[in-house]
């Protein structure tokens, strides 16, 4: 995480493109056959969890 946190500081410029990527390639690395239905439900039950948190945090910051 420093490691990517200096990134970010010192090249703005290409820290976010290389940053994503490499949260893909340790995504894919770490999560097993996104087809496989148990993978899916899984990755869609965190996306709706941190949309649901999102939505919270930006409604209290309004």
């Not at 097993?32 to 899984?42: G, Q, S």
């Amino acid at each position: 995480m420093s490691a990517l946190r200096d990134w970010a500081r010192d090249s703005p410029a290409t820290a976010a493109l290389g940053i994503a990527r490499s949260i893909i390639r340790f995504t894919a690395n770490v999560i097993p056959d996104p087809d496989d239905a148990d993978t899916a439900d899984t990755l869609e039950t965190m996306r709706d969890e941190h949309l649901v948190m999102a939505a919270a945090f930006h409604g209290a910051h309004q």
